[in-house]
């Protein structure tokens, strides 16, 4: 099964850029089963989609966060990262990395979540 | 922007059924998923879109769908079915879209 387990900075400061990485196990970043994705909570708050990427390189970014979201990955440390740039007090969150399986036309879910990792945006 | 709707919370007497909406136009063409989360926890995938449940999610748990809006029942509710349930689907650009959560109190 796999297990995801994200790691970064707890604290970044305002218009700095927030960096994560997720290291995956137990499986291949390379598999064509899933998308590999992003996803955030606020403290209080629900859970928003930042954005996803396969393992061909196609990426998919939530519109409202497109312009300062970077997704990549790296095959040969079997992990993939998110950078978020110009960060404010409303990017504090908890940021969690996932597994979006691939193939089924009818609908779009979250099978495998990390712990998730708070993120401070604060001077 | 496509949107999900849930209420932002529902109540039920031990070992009663609970009902757990949500509503959205994507819901017409794609099926809702729908996950469990606790204080301090990551969501848990309760149900995937077309009504699996991954083992270890008792079939108290299920689910169903009409028109815009998708419905999670939990029957016979117990005080370890406490807490926030979100719903999710596929938006119009390809990602994932969230809904709001409901907290489900269990008295």
């Known amino acids: 099964q796999l297990q995801l387990q994200e790691s970064g900075p707890g604290l970044v400061k305002p218009s700095e850029t927030l960096s994560l990485t997720c290291a995956v196990s137990g499986g291949s970043i390379s598999s064509s089963y899933y998308y590999w994705g992003w996803i955030r909570q606020p403290p209080g708050k629900g859970l928003e989609w930042i954005g996803n990427i396969y393992f061909s390189g196609d990426i998919y970014y939530n519109p409202s966060l497109e312009s300062r979201v970077n997704i990549s990955m790296d095959t040969s440390k079997n992990q993939f990262s998110l950078k978020l740039s110009s960060v404010t007090a409303a990017d504090t969150a908890v940021y969690y990395c996932?597994?979006?399986?691939?193939?089924?036309?009818?609908?779009?879910?979250?099978?495998?979540w990390g712990q998730g990792t708070l993120v401070t945006v604060s001077s | 922007s496509s949107e999900l709707a849930q209420d932002p919370a529902v109540s039920v007497a031990l070992g009663q059924t609970a009902r757990i909406k949500c509503q959205g136009d994507t819901l017409r063409g794609y099926h809702a998923t729908w996950y469990q989360q606790k204080p301090g926890q990551a969501p848990v995938l309760v149900i995937s879109?077309?009504?699996h449940r991954p083992s270890g999610i008792p079939d108290r748990f299920s689910a169903s769908r009409s028109g815009d809006t998708a419905s999670l029942t939990i029957t016979g509710a117990q005080a370890g079915d406490e807490g926030d349930y979100y719903c999710n689907s596929r938006d119009t650009s390809g990602g994932l879209l969230f809904g709001g959560g409901t907290h489900l109190t269990v008295l």
């Open positions: 996932a597994t979006v399986p691939t193939g089924y036309a009818y609908g779009y879910w979250v099978d495998s």
């Open positions: 879109a077309k009504d």
